[in-house]
């Protein structure tokens, strides 16, 4: 038993993060300005251990934006290969859906965290996140409309 418990602990690890993408009524896409990086980002963050892609957006979108969400859809699945001191990784982008009027008047950020939030454009959003970002972003709006789930390698 403690062979096969040590075989499982000397597996690689990989890094994993997890978010939602809304759009509100309008079609413009919601991003989270993070209060210490330089890019925006969706609502979402790190999967913690022992804590499935699905339940880590979930908690996410709660501690970030304050919704409460199901999400049931993957929008986009991306690897990440290791790069420089970043390791390798995966994120999912979960279907998160378009926010009424009243869920946006709704949204509270953490201020320790987010310092702001915004609806923006396609185009906008590859001004403010970074590039591999923007493309999981145009991917996931193109699976939105193909009822299919997007995978990507970079």
Same mark, same amino acid.
């Given at each position: ?62 501690? *970030? /934006?304050?919704?409460?969400?199901? %999400? !049931?859809?993957? =929008? ?7 790069? #420089? &001191? ?16 009243? *869920? /946006?008047?709704?949204?509270?950020? %953490? !201020?320790?965290? =987010? ?7 396609? #185009? &906008? ?16 709006? *193109? ?12």
């Amino acid at each position: 038993m403690n062979d096969r418990k040590a075989w499982y602990e000397s597996l690689p690890k990989k890094r994993m993060g997890s978010g939602a993408l809304f759009l509100n009524e309008q079609g413009s896409l919601l991003l989270v300005n993070p209060t210490y990086k330089p890019q925006w980002e969706i609502p979402g963050g790190l999967v913690e251990l022992n804590e499935s892609p699905r339940t880590a957006c979930i908690r996410e979108v709660k501690e *970030e /934006i304050g919704l409460k969400i199901e %999400p !049931e859809r993957i =929008l986009c699945l991306h690897y990440l290969h290791a790069e #420089e &001191e970043r390791t390798e990784g995966i994120m999912f982008i979960f279907w998160g859906g378009v926010l009424t009027a009243a *869920e /946006i008047a709704s949204i509270r950020l %953490p !201020e320790s965290e =987010l310092s702001e939030f915004r609806f923006v454009s396609i #185009e &906008e959003a590859a001004q403010l996140v970074t590039p591999q970002m923007s493309n999981r972003l145009q991917k996931s709006l *193109e699976a939105l409309s193909t009822e299919k789930m997007i995978y990507l390698e970079s």
